[in-house]
C-alpha cells in the first residue's frame, strides 16, 4: 500500500516560516520526481515545487526565493522549507511522487494545511 504523509502546516503570520514534511512508504517502483502542489479554495491546484532524481529543483515563479525544495528520493523524504509566507500562500499542500514502472504512477498524500494570517 503507497502511503504518502505530509505534516508541518499550521497558522503562522506573514513573514513567518514553515517547514513541510512528505514521508513516503510502499513504492516499489522508480521515483523520478517528488513533488509539492498546493490548492487554495476556489483554485486550480498548482505545482509549487520540484525535485528531481538527480537532485534537480525547479519552482513556481510565486515562490522563488522564498521556498526551497529538499530531500532524499531513495529515502521516499521531501521538504518544502517556506520562508517569508505570505497570505497568498495560504492553501492545502500537498506532496506528490511521480514514479515509473511499466508505466508512470501518480500518488498523492493528503494535504496538509497551511494559513498565513495578515
Known amino acids: 500500500q503507497v502511503q504518502l504523509v505530509e505534516s508541518g502546516g499550521g497558522l503562522v503570520q506573514a513573514g513567518g516560516s514553515l517547514r513541510l514534511s512528505c514521508a513516503g512508504s510502499?513504492?516499489?517502483?522508480?521515483?523520478?520526481?517528488m513533488r509539492w502542489f498546493r490548492q487554495a479554495p476556489g483554485k486550480q491546484r498548482e505545482l509549487v515545487a520540484v525535485?528531481?532524481?538527480?537532485?534537480?529543483?525547479n519552482y513556481a515563479d510565486s515562490v522563488k526565493g522564498r521556498f526551497t525544495i529538499s530531500g532524499d528520493i531513495g529515502k521516499n523524504t521531501v521538504y518544502l522549507q517556506m520562508n517569508s509566507l505570505k497570505p497568498e500562500d495560504t492553501a492545502v499542500y500537498y506532496c506528490?511522487?511521480?514514479?515509473?514502472?511499466?508505466?508512470?504512477?501518480?500518488?498523492w498524500g493528503q494535504g496538509t494545511q497551511v494559513t498565513v494570517s495578515s
Open positions: 506528490n511522487v511521480l514514479s515509473s514502472g511499466s508505466t508512470t504512477y501518480n500518488y
Open positions: 510502499g513504492i516499489i517502483y522508480t521515483i523520478n520526481y
Open positions: 525535485l528531481g532524481r538527480g537532485g534537480s529543483t
